[in-house]
């Protein structure tokens, strides 16, 4: 399967722990995204990297969350101090570069349980 | 501000009947949209995108339709099959982003056997 893959699937975790999540983007796609999904709403855009680079951060993104691609590859988001508010899917997405590549195609998700 | 909205949020059909799911937009610079099919616990599965300088585009048994003029697109089933009960997103990309999408809420289609 050359999708994107994120691991891990599901995530159990007590309120007030640090959590991480991985997301492997298709093979040579420089464009990589985060996306939060709380139930029964659309995706909402978290942070966009081209590479390393992180070029954009939502308002959603609060200072628990950081998100990283050290080696323009795979990337992590790690929320610090989860609150049950944190409670989601969070979805990574990838892309080629290029203007008339725009289609970003979505991993499994990892679906995030805040006790 | 910005929002992608949908007008039926539960959509019924017969199967084999043709399905239309509807969505409106808001920003009149976004310039690419795209419709996703999300099954129960997957991530969203790219069906058919479209440009703006276009208001028509087929695919297998998709077809979807802007209308810049009432900011208004649509996604067209045919023949809607079992494996077509989902959740529809559409979404757009606003033309000054960073190619970040812009979704909204869902519809779900139900097919009936």
């Known amino acids: 399967d050359t999708g994107v893959s994120q691991d891990p699937r599901h995530k159990i975790t007590k309120r007030g722990q640090n959590v991480t999540f991985r997301c492997d983007p298709i093979?040579?796609?420089?464009?990589l995204y985060w996306y939060r999904q709380t139930l029964g709403q659309g995706p909402e855009f978290l942070t966009y990297?081209?590479?390393?680079?992180?070029?954009?951060k939502s308002r959603l993104l609060s200072d628990r969350f950081s998100a990283e691609r050290p080696k323009g590859s795979f990337s992590t988001l790690e929320i610090q101090r989860t609150e049950q508010g944190d409670s989601a899917m969070y979805l990574c997405?990838?892309?080629?570069?290029?203007?008339?590549?725009?289609?970003?195609?979505f991993g499994p998700g990892t679906r995030l349980l805040v006790l | 501000g910005e929002s992608v909205g949908l007008h039926l949020p539960t959509l019924s059909v017969q199967e084999g009947d043709n399905s239309i799911i509807n969505c409106a937009y808001s920003?009149?610079?976004?310039?690419?949209f795209i419709w996703y099919k999300q099954e129960s616990g997957k991530g969203p599965q790219f069906i058919i995108d479209?440009?703006?300088?276009?208001d028509k585009r087929q695919g297998q048994r998709v077809t979807v339709l802007l209308n810049k003029t009432v900011k208004h697109l649509s996604l067209q089933i045919a023949a809607t099959q079992p494996g077509d009960s989902a959740v529809y997103f559409c979404?757009?990309?606003?033309?000054?982003?960073?190619?970040?999408?812009?979704f909204g809420s869902g519809t779900r289609l139900l097919v009936r056997p």
């Open positions: 920003n009149s610079a976004s310039d690419y």
């Open positions: 997405a990838s892309r080629p570069s290029g203007r008339q590549k725009e289609t970003q195609y």
């Open positions: 979404a757009e990309k606003p033309s000054d982003s960073s190619y970040k999408l812009i």
């Open positions: 990297f081209q590479n390393e680079a992180q070029l954009e």
């Open positions: 093979s040579e796609h420089n464009r």
């Open positions: 479209i440009r703006s300088n276009m």
